[in-house]
C-alpha cells in the first residue's frame, strides 16, 4: 500500500487520510468530492503580454457591455418580478479557476479526493475554488422544493458524460426566464464577474459544482483556465451538447487557447445569439 507522509510527523495510507478526514469532526462534502491534481503535472497558462493586454481588453468590453446593457436588465428584472415571485438575480455557487496549495494543508479536506499515495507536505497541488455567479433569475425561486429531483445530480461514472447539463422544456424555467434564456439576456450579469476577474469573456462556462465528483483527474485540467461567458462548446451546439460532450470541447480549448481563438469564439457567439442556435 502506497503511504503519504503526515505533514504531523507520522505517515498514514492515503486512504486513511481520507477517512480520517470524515471522521468526528470532520463534515461531508457539499458538492461531492473532487479530485486534486499535483502541480507538476499540468501546466497553467503562463502570463504574457498580449494576455496582459488581453485582460486590459476584456475589462473594458465588459465594462461597455454592462454600461449599455443597463437599461435591458434593468428592464428584464422589473418582467422578472412581475412574472414570478422572488429576486431578480441569481447567485450562485461556481467553479472557479484551479488554486495551487501544498499539500500539507489539504489532508483534512472531506471535499477533495487525494492523488495515488496521497499528499506530500511541501508539495503543490491544484485544488478547486469557487466564486459566486450573477445573472438574472430564469427558474421558479422555490424550483428546488418543487422539483427536487432536478438538483439530484445522481449519475453513475459511466453514464455522466451522456447526460445533458440543459434541459429541453425544462419545468424550472419561469415564462419570462424561456424568453430571456433564448435571446442570451440572462447572461448579461455575468460581465460583473469579467470585471472582478473571476470570470473571462471566452472559457469554459461555469459548471454547476456537484458535477465535480464526476470529473476524471484528467478532465480537471479544464480548471485551469477562468470560466467564461462564452467558449467553444457554447459556438459548438451549446444546450445541444451532453456533458461529454461539453467536457471534450473545454480541454480542447484549454490546450490549443490563445488570443485570436478567444476573439474567434466571441465573434460567433454575437452569431449563434442572433440564430439562438442550441438555446433553450
Known amino acids: 500500500m502506497q503511504v503519504a507522509p503526515n505533514p504531523l510527523g507520522s505517515a498514514i495510507p492515503a486512504e486513511g ?54 437599461p435591458l436588465v434593468l428592464i428584464a428584472a422589473l418582467v422578472i418580478r412581475l412574472d414570478s415571485p422572488g429576486a431578480a438575480l441569481f447567485r450562485h455557487t461556481r467553479p472557479a479557476r484551479l488554486v ?11 471535499d477533495l479526493i487525494p492523488p495515488p499515495g496521497g499528499y506530500r ?52 424555467v419561469t415564462r419570462a426566464g424561456q424568453l430571456f434564456r433564448k435571446l442570451s439576456i440572462d ?5 460583473w464577474s469579467v470585471v472582478k476577474g473571476d470570470m473571462a469573456l471566452v472559457g469554459p462556462r ?5 458535477v465535480l465528483q464526476y470529473y476524471t483527474p484528467e478532465e480537471m485540467v479544464k480548471f485551469t483556465v477562468k470560466p467564461g461567458i462564452t467558449g467553444l ?25 490563445s488570443v485570436s481563438l478567444d476573439l474567434k469564439i466571441i465573434v460567433l457567439t454575437i452569431l449563434r ?8
Open 17 to 70: 487520510q481520507w477517512a480520517a478526514a470524515l471522521t468526528p469532526g470532520g463534515k461531508p462534502p457539499r458538492f461531492g468530492s473532487a479530485h486534486v491534481i499535483p502541480a507538476d503535472q499540468i501546466g497553467f497558462p503562463s502570463l504574457s503580454v498580449s494576455r496582459a493586454v488581453y485582460r486590459a481588453f476584456e475589462t473594458i468590453v465588459a465594462l461597455i457591455g454592462l454600461f449599455v446593457g443597463s
Open 100 to 110: 495551487r496549495m501544498r499539500g500539507r494543508d489539504l489532508v483534512a479536506r472531506p
Open 121 to 172: 507536505p511541501e508539495a503543490q497541488y491544484c485544488v478547486p475554488s469557487y466564486f459566486t455567479l450573477v445573472k438574472l433569475r430564469t427558474m421558479y425561486a422555490d424550483a428546488r422544493t418543487r422539483f427536487p429531483g432536478h438538483y439530484a445530480y445522481k449519475f453513475t461514472q459511466e453514464n455522466f458524460h451522456s447526460q445533458f447539463p440543459t434541459i429541453r422544456d425544462d419545468p424550472r
Open 187 to 191: 447572461e448579461l450579469p455575468n460581465l
Open 206 to 210: 461555469p459548471e454547476a459544482p456537484e
Open 233 to 257: 462548446a457554447q459556438i459548438s451546439g451549446r444546450g445541444l451538447l451532453n456533458w461529454g460532450e461539453t467536457i471534450a470541447l473545454d480541454l480542447q480549448y484549454v490546450r490549443t487557447r
Open 273 to 280: 445569439v442572433v440564430t439562438r442556435h442550441g438555446a433553450f
